[in-house]
């Protein structure tokens, strides 16, 4: 796909500026709009004429020229700027297109999104003609540049070179470096991040953290090192403190940590009433959470919470975009700015009835359109297609460490006292076999995790934060079938119980997303959870299990490409074994 330069081309700017002069027609014109103004901080009456992608003019006018223009009278609608997601991961069964194309229908116009699954699934060169055409979609596809794998790989210095970091890096539509998932490794020494982060900011980039639990004194040096943005306050307090070192706060609402309540409660007793430094995210949340909404939701809870309604929609448009230096493009209904624009029935209702998007319908009176489509093949994104078998003798799980479950995605080791040498384990304990597998056939971790189930007898999932195989269960038959169907649909998560396959999520492309419309899969989702909790899974979010039990950024013990590691004192406790 040809790459455009700039924005908007010289000749497309001398059309707009003909519209103006009154030679040409806009393509719309909204007219008796009552909008956000969001630098005035208040509604305004007014007409706003959009040419193509693009708001061309604000303000009392009409156009002279009105041939070829669809006129929309907005009498008793209330329109405010899109919404903008600064912190999505686009790849939690769903896609990048899939997402976006939901997002839309919630007024979510904007999405920041995680490039993880992008560099660890395909070459530079895919990835980088996919990042082209996500600048079709309807929705403003923006990008991150992680600086690590959140895992041990077999290969980072491949993926996360100098060179290969620097060339994500330029890439215009990547607008910040992180999330700063391997802070601890930037604060213990490696130069190679803190290099990363410098060229970032040259580059005018922004650099999102990822500080958990972080001490005042870790915050303090990470804003000293470059660190503009926090997702991870848990608290009021934690929200106080990171606007006390100048960070932006996003709050968090997400189907692991759906904080935002509290967050504002707590808030509002600490005596904090300025949003400016303030955003919201949703984390990347698992399907079914999106049920209700996106950012949408997020405005919402927080009118209900007591934020004024003008700071609300401002914490979802306008805090963003000036955090990313884009508000020449996006957060206001101003002229010039990318026609992303949410038709409200009322200020206090953020879900819209209708949606423009990049000056396109893709909602109208509470319909919804589909208008991206993608060839995912051409980006390297095909079925999982395992040339090798998985064998009993692979089944093998002396190892004397297991891997303990202390909620859906925090993990502790511990000392393996059942007997393992049997083809099936009790259902009278929560002990399951475990076992990491490399994609590729080349090596295998076996451990027991405690905790995951007490009735799981055979689930195999491609989906996991590198794509290689986890495969747990208490029958080692229906392990090694649940493997062979995940195989046989071209990857995804399976369920099997006694011989039989009792549920699957097929994920076509590459084993880890899915292509189906984010609806399709809430369904599938919930029918995942629903016959996990039957048989035992205790938690709230099995798929972040899934995605988490090879990630690093979080404590304490983790299944790894290269062994089980033990994360606080950064050290392979097993390595993995070849095959
Ligand atoms: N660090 C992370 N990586 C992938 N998905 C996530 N969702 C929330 N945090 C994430």
């Known amino acids: 796909m040809a790459e455009q330069r ?69 009498s008793g609608y209330y329109l405010v700027p899109g919404y903008i997601e600064p912190h999505a991961h686009p790849f939690q069964l769903y896609n990048p297109q899939t997402f976006a194309e939901y997002a839309a229908k ?76 391997g802070w601890p490794r930037l604060l213990a020494g490696d130069d190679a991040m803190l290099y990363w982060i ?10 999102e953290g990822h500080f958990p639990g972080a001490s005042e004194k870790t915050l ?47 808030m509002k007793a600490l005596g904090i009433g300025q949003y400016d430094r303030l955003i919201f995210t949703t984390d990347g949340s698992t399907p079914s959470f999106y049920e209700h909404g996106i950012i949408d939701q997020m405005i919402r809870l927080a009118i209900e919470k007591g934020v004024p309604i003008i700071d609300a929609y401002q914490m979802a448009t306008v805090n963003v975009a000036r955090h990313y230096q884009m508000e020449h493009l996006h957060g206001s209904i101003t002229t010039g700015r990318i026609a992303h624009i949410n038709f409200l029935q009322a200020p206090d209702d953020p879900t819209p009835v209708s949606v423009l998007a990049k000056g396109q319908w893709v909602k109208r009176d509470g319909y919804s359109k589909a208008v991206s489509s993608l060839d995912w093949g051409a980006f390297g994104m095909a079925p999982l297609r395992l040339t090798w078998q998985l064998s009993l003798d692979d089944l093998q799980f002396s190892m004397p460490l297991g891997m303990y479950m ?26 399951s076999f475990f076992m990491l597998v490399d994609r590729n ?5 076996n451990t027991v995790v405690k905790g995951f189930a007490t009735h799981v007898k055979g689930l195999a999932s491609s989906y996991s934060n590198t794509g290689d195989l986890l495969i747990i269960g208490k029958s080692k038959r229906d392990m090694l079938l649940a493997f062979q169907r995940m195989n046989e649909i071209g990857g995804g998560i399976v369920l099997v119980e006694d011989g039989e396959v009792i549920h699957e999520i ?5 084993g880890v997303m899915s292509t189906k419309p984010v609806e399709e899969l809430m369904m599938e989702e919930k029918r995942l959870k629903t016959m996990l909790a039957e048989r035992g899974y205790r938690f709230a979010d099995p798929v972040y299990s899934l995605l988490f039990f ?13 062994g089980i590691y033990d994360v606080m004192n950064k050290t392979i406790l097993f390595p993995s074994i070849m095959r």
């Open 198 to 207: 410098q060229e970032a900011k040259q580059m005018k980039k922004q650099i």
């Open 441 to 445: 056939g080349k090596w295998r971790v």
């Open 406 to 431: 202390e909620n859906s995605v925090i993990m502790r080791p511990y000392s393996i006292s059942i007997d393992t040498s049997h083809d099936e384990l009790s259902t009278a304990h929560d002990e």
């Open 6 to 74: 700039y924005r908007w081309s010289s000749e497309q700017l001398r059309e707009q500026l003909a519209i103006i002069d009154g030679k040409r027609s806009p393509e719309k014109v909204l007219t008796n709009a009552t909008y956000l103004h969001t630098y005035l901080h208040q509604w305004k009456k007014g007409n706003i004429w959009i040419d193509q992608d693009r708001i061309v003019y604000v303000g009392e006018r009409l156009p002279s020229k009105l041939e070829q223009c669809e006129v929309i009278d907005c």
């Open 506 to 510: 097929p994920l076509p492309l590459g």
């Open 106 to 181: 919630w007024g979510t116009t904007t999405i920041i999104n995680d490039n993880l699954m992008l560099v660890l699934q395909l070459s530079k060169k895919k990835a980088f003609s996919f990042l082209r055409a996500a600048e079709s979609f309807p929705v403003t596809m923006y990008w991150w540049c992680r600086f690590d794998g959140q895992t041990e790989l077999e290969n980072e210095e491949e993926k996360f070179s100098y060179a290969a970091i620097k060339e994500w890096l330029r890439q215009k539509t990547v607008v910040q470096g992180g999330e700063l998932t």
């Open 550 to 562: 090879q990630s690093t950024h979080l404590p304490y013990i983790r299944i790894t490409p290269k």
């Open 220 to 266: 303090t040096k990470m804003m000293l090192i470059g660190a503009d943005c926090d997702h991870e306050a848990m608290t009021g307090k934690e929200v106080y403190e990171r606007l006390l070192h100048g960070y932006t706060v996003s709050l968090r609402y997400s189907s692991i940590r759906p904080d935002l309540p509290v967050l504002l409660e707590e």
